[in-house]
């Protein structure tokens, strides 16, 4: 089993990068597999809702000018996703929420019942309202939100500050546990056992 995580920050040795490890390194002590992905500096352009992706079946976003389709790519061989942002005025990186937007619609079926976990960083408010954004999308794509002792909330705003937060380690720790324990029984035989679900029935308001 593995799971991805994305770290979301700019600073590839930061705060949310000292989080997502703290999580990565007890997976991988309960023997799963771990990766971990910095989503980097360079722009990650928001959806134009073009519709390419799907109309095309692409199984990707129909643009590829960025990391959005490389981290997509992974989506296949994966079995949970936590993804990590810091907290910019109470919201996640609009980084963040473009990859999540643009890969879900795109490869959206990637996902489908793959346990995943959002991760908040901040100096000192805002997390709460930023972990709600970041859990919505997991809710829709008919994914287990894994849970831990609190919020998956980590506090430090200079470099290496987060190893500082012993509850919040503790909490990445818990949320680790939480998810190993949750694969393992998924996989118990071999077969998930994916629930089946109803045609989607979409309703539109206006009409």
């Known amino acids: 089993m593995k799971v991805l995580l994305i770290n979301g ?9 000292l989080a997502l490890s703290e999580a990565a390194k007890t997976l991988e002590k309960n023997g799963i597999e771990t990766e971990i992905v ?16 799907l109309t095309k ?11 959005c389709n490389r981290i ?9 996703l936590i993804i990590g ?4 005025y109470g919201q996640p990186n609009g980084s963040v929420l473009s990859l999540v937007q643009r890969m879900f619609f795109s490869a959206g079926k990637k996902v489908q019942n793959k346990p995943a976990a959002a991760v908040c960083v901040c100096r000192r408010g ?16 008919n994914m287990p939100v894994v849970t ?11 470099e290496g500050q987060a190893a500082l937060d012993k509850e919040g380690m503790q909490t ?11 694969l393992k029984k998924i996989h118990a035989d071999g077969n998930p056992g994916y629930p089946q679900r109803e045609q989607w029935e979409p309703m539109h308001f206006i009409r």
């Open 9 to 17: 920050s700019p600073r590839k040795s930061g705060n949310t990068f």
């Open 38 to 53: 910095q989503i980097g500096v360079k722009p990650v352009r928001g959806c134009i809702a073009c519709g390419q992706c």
């Open 57 to 67: 079946q692409l199984g990707r976003c129909a643009f590829d000018d960025d990391i």
């Open 72 to 80: 997509s790519e992974k989506l296949d061989e994966i079995d949970a």
């Open 85 to 88: 942002s810091p907290v910019y």
């Open 126 to 141: 805002g997390a709460t309202a930023a972990f709600e954004t970041m859990n919505m999308p997991f809710q829709m794509m």
């Open 148 to 158: 831990s002792q609190y919020w998956n909330i980590v506090y430090g705003r200079e």
């Open 172 to 182: 990445m720790r818990t949320l680790a546990n939480n998810m190993a324990w949750l």
